[in-house]
């Protein structure tokens, strides 16, 4: 276990991989994952094994991110947002080690606001931002604006910003 420097309740295992210049807060717990250069991870944030965070990602406090997770370059991660990796889970699944993980992309330069709940086995194209609150159940397109639940496109321009 992994401890920085002026930082209480940090639990970062000796699997991660943390590229330069990461700035994590207090109280997050990081295992198994992979942290990109400049990346900055705010408060009571958890990222679970197997999941990779790109270069210049800023996630905000309170957000979970679960194993199969891959969040590309300089892509902002608002404030308690969930991923979820698993489309039907249930207690005798998680207890046989028999559930389904399902991967989730999130693309260069897209915005996901805060509340928003990203569903498994979905891609978030470049430069697309989820609305606060948002419950993104299929893909979205790049550059496009969903909002709602479940998320619908409201806006879509032809290039990704």
């Not at 943390?18 to 944030?45: H, P």
């Not at 889970?89 to 999130?106: F, G, I, Q």
């Not at 496009?144 to 496109?153: Q, S």
Request: charged share 25%.
């Amino acid at each position: 276990m992994r401890q920085i420097p002026g930082r209480r309740f940090v639990n970062i295992t000796d699997d991660v991989k943390l590229g330069k210049d990461v700035t994590i807060f207090e109280f997050v717990n990081l295992y198994g994952c992979e942290v990109g250069d400049e990346s900055r991870i705010g408060a009571f944030v958890e990222i679970q094994r197997d999941a990779v965070i790109g270069r210049r990602v800023r996630i905000q406090s309170h957000t979970f991110i679960c194993s199969a997770v891959t969040i590309e370059d300089d892509v902002f991660v608002g404030h308690n947002v969930t991923f979820i990796n698993d489309r039907y889970p249930t207690v005798e699944k998680a207890r046989n080690d028999t559930w389904t993980l399902e991967r989730t992309l999130v693309k260069k330069r897209a915005s996901i606001g805060s509340g928003a709940t990203i569903l498994c086995g979905v891609t978030i194209g470049e430069g697309a931002i989820v609305g606060a609150g948002s419950v993104v159940t299929r893909d979205v397109p790049p550059g496009a604006t969903v909002t709602g639940n479940p998320a619908k496109v409201m806006r879509e321009t032809n290039t990704a910003r």
